[in-house]
Each structure stands twice: as C-alpha cells, then as structure tokens.
C-alpha cells in the first residue's frame, strides 16, 4: 500500500515488527470492511482509521458483576486477530484483570483518564443495585459507573451481562443487578450505548464497532435493543447452516444418534435459534472457525436480552417459532418441517407455500420484532 493511501511506511514497519506481515494486516482490514457492510475500497480509510488509533485513543474498560468471560475473549483471539491489533494500536488505560498496575496506583490511573476525558467506555458486567451488593475499592458499583460515564465520547456494553444483567440477573436476582442502559437511566445520565449481547462478546464484533467510531466518528445504527443492525438484524435461524434439515423436517431427537452425526437441525434438543437475533452463523468465534451450533450444541439465545430466564431449561424445545417467508406464521417445528418436506416432494409452486401452509396451521401474521 503506497503512503499516499494514507498509510505511513513507518506504521506498517511498526505493524510488521509485532509479527504480523503486511497482507495479514490488510487482509484484517478488508475483513473488518466486509463486517461494515463496506466495500474493498474503504480498505485504506480503515487501516488510516487504525494508524490514527495507535496514537493513543484511550479506552477505560469496567468490570462489575461477571466473570470476566469478554476479557477472556479479547485476550486470548488468536493472533493476529482482531483483539490483539485493537490491543495493540489502542490505549487500554484501565482494565482490572489485565493492568499490571495494582492499589493505589491503579485510583490514580482511572482519575487521570476521568481528568483527560474522551475515552471510549466499555463496560462488563451488570450493575448491581442492591447495597453492598457490588463494591469496588469501597465504592458501590453504581458510583463507579457514574464517575466514570461522564467523561466518555462513547460507552459500548459488552456481553450479555453489561446488556441487560445476564447470568448474575437470572431469577431471583437478590443484588437486583441491571444492565449499563437501565443504570444510566436510574442514574438520570442520558447518553446512548452501544450494546453487544452474547456471552461473551464477540470481538470482532466489539471491533467492527470501533473501527466504525475511528472511521465515521460515529456510532453505527442500532436496533429498538441498541444492538447495531449490522449484527443483530437477522435470526440465528436465518443464516444456520442446519436450516435445510429444519425445512425438510430433519432434526436430532437424541444427542449421541445418527442424525446428530448427520448434523440435522437441533431444534428438538432446544435451540433457540428462531428467536434470537446475532450474525453467529456468519462471523462465528476463535477466528472464525467455529460456534456453538457448528460445534454441536444448541443455540441457549444468550444474544437475547433476559436469555436467561426467558429461554430457561435450555435443553428444551421451544413452543414456537416465528417463520420468515410464512408470513411470520407461529407453529411448531414439527408442522413447519413437515409442510415443508411435503411441498418439496410435491413440486407445489414456491408462492403457494405461505398460503397452504398458513391455511394448515391456523397461524396469527406477526412480523418481525
């Protein structure tokens, strides 16, 4: 790439140095366009974008009520993946389980970035509200999480937990934990949030969103959840790779059985795949190799805000589903499937398919959410 691209040599000889070639690095570039919905000619503004970043955007990271599963996730994407580049050109000012900085020290760090300002907050873990419930240094989290928003350019919530409370909010939920939206309300701070559900976040998509912020100076369109569309605007069930099983009415009754080694659809062992909206089946995990449907497991819907109790016994089967193509028809697998392989093996035109099938099932219009 020449420098009039608006990269500097000095730049990709600093990339090179940390042991990842030139091609990885735009290669990298090219994949986070493609995940912007970006043509290969924005290749260039991206990586000017991510030059720009290395000199120092800060970036304060809070952990509250989690395991820190997301930082787990940062950290250890296979380099040179996405993680390590953030990591790498962006100034992680303060981050409790990777800082090496400890006591004292680490006050003094955080007050220096809350003087500075315009760092972009990202936050994990839900919030707990109920006193003495989450404390950090003496402080209740939800302090901490007041100081700290104010003087942020941008605030992203990271992993279901952030969202809307996650795991340490499920039923009967004694800290009475909340997510950073809900927080910031019952705070009175209106500033908008960028929220990445899953458990834990996927890092390509926390990139794809800063990139975003780097290379527009914005934030991306967001769903009615805060979500941003680019991600969470299609089903699981939308893009599966099992989904031809599902229409023709192949499904896994029991873990261990032949039609699991066949990889037929695993509705009937509980995914939760049709009501819940994440680019999983496209971006994946680990560098894109895998994910929990590919793997073998079902889809728990933790893309969802509340998954936990809405979609608990995750081992069992959903009472519905909502079909696109159907005319949002709600019915049970079992009948879509076998409508489905019906009017395969019949031959019947593709337009009759939602009017036969609507007519069978005796199913409600919904459209999407």
Same mark, same amino acid.
């Given at each position: 790439?020449?420098?009039?691209?608006?990269?500097?040599?000095?730049?990709?000889?600093?990339?090179?140095?940390? &042991?990842?070639?030139?091609?990885? $690095?735009?290669?990298?570039?090219?994949?986070?366009?493609?995940?912007?919905?970006?043509? %290969?000619?924005?290749?260039?503004?991206?990586?000017?974008? *991510?030059?720009?970043?290395?000199?120092?955007?800060? =970036?304060?990271?809070?952990?509250?009520?989690?395991?820190?599963?997301?930082? %787990?996730?940062?950290?250890?994407?296979?380099?040179?993946?996405?993680?390590?580049?953030?990591?790498?050109?962006l100034s992680i000012d303060y981050n409790e389980t990777i800082?090496?900085?400890? +006591?004292?020290?680490?006050?003094?760090?955080?007050?220096?970035?809350?003087? %500075?300002?315009?760092?972009?907050?990202?936050?994990?873990?839900?919030?707990?509200?109920?006193?003495?419930?989450?404390?950090? &240094?003496?402080?209740?989290?939800?302090?901490?999480?007041?100081? /700290?928003?104010?003087?942020?350019?941008?605030?992203?919530?990271?992993?279901?937990?952030?969202?809307?409370?996650?795991?340490?909010?499920?039923?009967?939920?004694?800290?009475?934990?909340?997510?950073?939206?809900?927080?910031? !309300?019952?705070?009175?701070?209106?500033?908008?949030?960028?929220?990445?559900?899953?458990?834990?976040?996927? =890092?390509?998509?926390?990139?794809?969103?800063?990139?975003?912020?780097?290379?527009?100076?914005?934030?991306?369109?967001?769903?009615?959840?805060?979500?941003?569309?680019? $991600?969470?605007?299609?089903? *699981?069930?939308? /893009?599966?790779?099992?989904?031809?099983?599902?229409?023709?009415?192949?499904?896994?009754?029991?873990?261990?059985?032949?039609?699991?080694?066949? +990889?037929?659809?695993?509705?009937?062992?509980?995914?939760?795949?049709?009501?819940?909206?994440?680019?999983?089946?496209?971006?994946?995990?680990?560098?894109?190799?895998?994910?929990?449907?590919?793997?073998?497991?079902?889809? *728990?819907?933790?893309?969802?805000?509340?998954?936990?109790? !809405? $979609?608990?016994?995750?081992?069992?089967?959903?009472?519905?589903?909502?079909?696109?193509?159907?005319?949002?028809?709600?019915?049970?697998?079992?009948? *879509?499937?076998?409508?489905?392989?019906?009017?395969?093996?019949?031959?019947?035109?593709?337009?009759?398919?939602?009017?036969?099938?609507?007519?069978?099932?005796?199913?409600?219009?919904?459209? %999407?959410?």
């Amino acid at each position: 790439m020449e420098e009039n691209d608006g990269i500097t040599g000095q730049f990709l000889d600093a990339v090179e140095f940390r &042991g990842v070639s030139r091609r990885d $690095f735009l290669k990298y570039c090219g994949a986070t366009a493609a995940l912007l919905g970006l043509s %290969e000619l924005y290749v260039p503004k991206i990586a000017a974008a *991510i030059e720009k970043a290395s000199k120092r955007p800060p =970036v304060v990271w809070l952990n509250f009520a989690s395991d820190s599963g997301c930082t %787990e996730a940062l950290i250890k994407a296979t380099y040179p993946g996405p993680a390590d580049l953030v990591l790498d050109v962006l100034s992680i000012d303060y981050n409790e389980t990777i800082m090496a900085a400890a +006591g004292k020290q680490v006050d003094e760090i955080l007050a220096n970035s809350r003087k %500075e300002g315009g760092y972009i907050l990202v936050v994990e873990g839900g919030i707990p509200t109920k006193k003495g419930h989450g404390m950090i &240094g003496g402080k209740e989290m939800l302090d901490v999480l007041k100081e /700290n928003a104010g003087p942020a350019v941008a605030i992203l919530a990271v992993g279901s937990c952030a969202t809307s409370g996650g795991v340490p909010a499920a039923s009967p939920n004694p800290s009475q934990i909340i997510g950073v939206n809900e927080a910031l !309300k019952k705070l009175g701070i209106s500033k908008s949030v960028v929220n990445l559900d899953l458990c834990p976040v996927n =890092v390509e998509y926390l990139t794809a969103v800063i990139v975003n912020y780097l290379l527009l100076g914005k934030l991306p369109e967001l769903d009615s959840y805060g979500r941003p569309l680019m $991600f969470y605007s299609q089903t *699981i069930h939308d /893009n599966c790779e099992r989904r031809a099983h599902f229409d023709a009415g192949r499904f896994v009754e029991t873990f261990g059985s032949k039609e699991e080694s066949l +990889g037929y659809c695993l509705y009937k062992m509980g995914c939760k795949g049709p009501m819940t909206y994440s680019a999983c089946p496209k971006v994946k995990y680990n560098s894109r190799i895998s994910w929990c449907i590919g793997a073998g497991g079902p889809c *728990i819907g933790c893309a969802e805000p509340g998954w936990t109790d !809405k $979609f608990a016994g995750f081992y069992n089967r959903l009472p519905g589903v909502k079909i696109p193509g159907l005319g949002g028809v709600e019915a049970t697998a079992d009948k *879509i499937g076998a409508a489905a392989a019906v009017v395969t093996a019949a031959g019947i035109a593709v337009h009759a398919i939602g009017s036969a099938a609507s007519g069978r099932i005796g199913g409600k219009d919904g459209g %999407e959410k």
